[in-house]
T-cell receptor, first 116, second 112 residues
């Protein structure tokens, strides 16, 4: 089972460049999330989506954009990269029904982004 | 607001030692509580959860009890193994919400 797949795994950007972090899930989950993980700071929610065509801001949305045109895909866009966006980015998805662990968030392996 | 505070790391133990990682939270109502584990080079995996007061979550020898009176959800394991070396995150989902709030993570290293 693929689960949540993120690409790329690593990327170095120059200040001012743009890029899209890809996230796709094959579990037919309605909910999808983007988090960033800074050293010693835990995970902060950037954006989330409760279904195709619906997105909402999390705690730290500035400098990012998202779209959700399909259930499977939830790309994260950085338009003008800044050093403050150096971080590890995690995508996650979650079902909106079920029992036990199946109702909780599944995470991708992460994208390590460095802005220089 | 909602927040999670975890025990400062890193934590280093010898194999077969007893483990406790403290976690306390602030939330209104009745949040669901979680422990996630992140092994080196991987994403987060759900380790255990509890959805109401006095529930005990358990998995892979780890346990945590939802204590409403002390707003705590401490992670314990009786005998750790080298393979338990990882970063552990305590998290909550506020009642009625779809988002997780994470603590800062605790890095655990187990020496043989």
């Amino acid at each position: 089972n693929a689960g949540v797949t993120q690409t790329p795994k690593f990327r170095i950007l120059k200040i001012g460049q743009s890029m899209t972090l890809q996230c796709t899930q094959d579990m037919n989950h309605n909910y999808m999330y983007w988090y960033r993980q800074d050293p010693g700071m835990g995970l902060k929610l950037i954006y989330y989506s409760v279904g195709a065509g619906i997105t909402d801001k999390g705690e730290v949305p500035n400098g990012y954009n998202v779209s959700r045109s399909t259930t499977e895909d939830f790309p994260l866009r950085l338009e003008l990269a800044a050093p403050s966006q150096t971080s590890v980015y995690f995508c996650a998805s979650r079902a909106d029904r079920g029992t036990g662990f199946n109702t909780e968030a599944f995470f991708g392996q992460g994208t390590r982004l460095t802005v220089v | 607001g909602n927040s999670v505070t975890q025990m400062e790391g890193p934590v280093t133990l010898s194999e077969e030692a007893f483990l406790t990682i403290n976690c306390t939270y602030t939330a209104t109502g009745y949040p669901s509580l979680f422990w996630y584990v992140q092994y080196p080079g991987e994403g987060l995996q759900l380790l255990l959860k509890a959805t109401k007061a006095d529930d005990k979550g358990s998995n892979k020898g780890f346990e945590a009890t939802y204590r409403k009176e002390t707003t705590s959800f401490h992670l314990e394991k009786g005998s750790v193994q080298v393979s338990d070396s990882a970063v552990y995150f305590c998290a909550l989902r506020p009642q009625g919400a779809q988002k997780l709030v994470f603590g800062q993570g605790t890095r655990l290293t187990i020496n043989p």
